[in-house]
């Protein structure tokens, strides 16, 4: 999958260029994309995402037999994937990285925006016992302020996580430097990053609201 590398203070920020990727997003952008197919495009992507999001995963070397003869293949090496959902709208991505990673162990953070400091205020987590030898993706659809992603990525780190990418549909400036800033080990993968945050820190030109748009809410 071609991609476009910037350069942030340590870990990469990469932007999914691929045709697939883009089409599809420019449908979810669409305010006309109703929330059936928001949730199926949202899927759809979230699948491509996880491509990305494991290329650097261990291998190792294992004997198997095939029906004509006996041969050395590759498996996945060491503990299998944690993907943490941010609640609620990280969801709509979780379900369809579960359908290409159906054996990853999941986690859940609940978070919201305060709509005066827009500063994130979590109200759940739970989290597998082992996480802390596993690679855990984080899964959001927007990457705003950086201020949520950042607080998850805390609580994930403070509870032994060390091998972390954070995965989202669409990325502002602002949010990029944020989390960059305070998680420089911490490999961004998006499919965007927009022009910038308006005055409410809704991600413009962006898609709306990814939780309402997934659930039928307002």
Do not use: W
């Amino acid at each position: 999958m071609s991609e476009n590398v910037i350069t942030p203070p340590s870990a990469p920020v990469v932007v999914l260029d691929h045709p697939l990727v883009q089409h599809k997003l420019t449908r979810l952008r669409q305010v006309s994309t109703s929330t059936a197919g928001f949730r199926r495009l949202t899927r759809e992507i979230s699948l491509l995402m996880a491509y990305e999001a494991t290329r650097d995963l261990p291998l190792e070397t294992v004997e198997i037999e095939t029906p004509l003869e006996h041969m050395e293949g590759r498996l996945l090496s060491g503990k299998k994937l944690c993907l943490v959902s941010i609640l609620r709208a990280g969801n709509g991505i979780l379900d369809g990285m579960l359908d290409l990673l159906p054996a990853a162990r999941v986690g859940h953070i609940g978070l919201f925006r305060d709509p005066e400091s827009l500063e994130p205020v979590e109200y759940y987590m739970k989290l597998p016992e082992d996480i802390d030898v596993r690679v855990c993706i984080v899964v959001d659809p927007m990457l705003a302020t950086g201020h949520s992603a950042a607080a998850a990525i805390d609580r994930l780190k403070a509870a032994g996580a060390r091998q972390l990418v954070f995965v989202c549909l669409l990325a502002a400036p602002e949010g990029v430097a944020f989390l960059s800033a305070a998680h420089p080990d911490v490999k961004i993968i998006t499919c965007s990053i927009d022009r910038e945050l308006d005055a409410h820190g809704y991600i413009r030109p962006g898609l709306g609201d990814a939780g309402d748009r997934l659930f039928g809410t307002k």
